[in-house]
Structure formats: C-alpha cells, structure tokens
C-alpha cells in the first residue's frame, strides 16, 4: 500500500511564497508520474501541475504557469511544489497523487493514490 503524506501549507500573505512536499512511501517512487491537485471550498478539485517518473516532463494548470514549479527527489521518494507569487485565489487544500502510468497526466483518472492534504490560504 503507497502512503503520501504532504506538508508544507500555511498562511501567506498575496505574492508570498511557500513549498510544498509529499512523501511518498514504496520501492518504485521513479517509475510513476506524480501531481498536485487542489480543491477550494465548494468546488471541484482541479489539476495543478505534474511530473514524469524521471522528472523529464512537467505539466501546468494555465492559471499556475509561471509562477508554481514542480520537481521530484527519487532517491528521497519526495514531490515538491514551489509555489511563488501566491494569490488569494489560490486557497485551497492541495493534494498529491501518484499516477499509475510513467507520463504526466491532468486527469485524476490517471491517479491512483492520493494524500490527505495540506491547507494553502493565502490573504490578500
């Protein structure tokens, strides 16, 4: 069974910055994409960006480019999120996911393991 556990949300205010982890438990961290998807209250949850197993490929959100960064330690079986220039419409709680296919994907049908969360909120 792969556990993920995030870390890293918080209060920040509008243009701060914050990054975010997830922990991934398993033997074969590399051979998986991994994303980050968020949900703000009442809403559905949407795709924020992801990684290849090897951390070649990247994918984004439209409405994060530029200003969130994903990226991976294998050898620490950890996905980050850097999140730079934080705006109110941000808040949101932020999940990770392992897929179970080695390319990034946007669609959570791609996902097969997911984490409990972290709160982003960001103030303006």
């Known amino acids: 069974q792969v556990q993920l556990v995030e870390s890293g949300g918080g209060l920040v205010q509008a243009g701060g910055s914050l990054r975010l982890s997830c922990a991934a438990s398993g033997r074969t961290f590399s051979s998986y994409a991994m994303g980050w998807f968020r949900q703000a209250a009442g809403q559905e949850r949407e795709f924020v960006a992801a990684?290849?197993?090897?951390?070649?490929?990247?994918s984004y959100a439209d409405s994060v480019k530029g200003r969130l960064t994903i990226s991976r330690d294998n050898a620490k079986n950890t996905v980050y999120l850097q999140m730079n220039g934080l705006k109110p419409e941000d808040t949101a709680v932020y999940y990770c996911?392992?897929?179970?296919?080695?390319?990034?994907?946007?669609?959570?049908?791609?996902?097969?393991?997911w984490g409990r969360g972290t709160q982003v909120t960001v103030s303006s």
């Open positions: 996911a392992r897929s179970w296919a080695t390319d990034v994907a946007s669609s959570p049908t791609y996902y097969n393991y």
């Open positions: 990684i290849s197993g090897r951390g070649g490929r990247t």
